[in-house]
């Protein structure tokens, strides 16, 4: 019962941090699109790093923790 609940809680905050990505993304298209970037580049800038930083540590964790064969 612990293992089942543990794994439930782990596919949901998995959800959650996946949506969180999605509409931050959604976000930074969005501000890209209506040049919101190009009247404050310190907050492009920063939204831009924290998109890049955040797939790099992505792709790192899944070449870790995922065996595909």
Known sequence: MRNTLWFIVLILTSLLCFAGYCAS????VRDLQT???RHNRV???LETGA???YLYLAIRFARKHVDIQ
């Open 43 to 45: 907050e492009g800038l």
């Open 25 to 28: 993304v959604i976000d930074w």
């Open 35 to 37: 040049g919101v970037y």
């Open 51 to 53: 998109q890049i930083l």
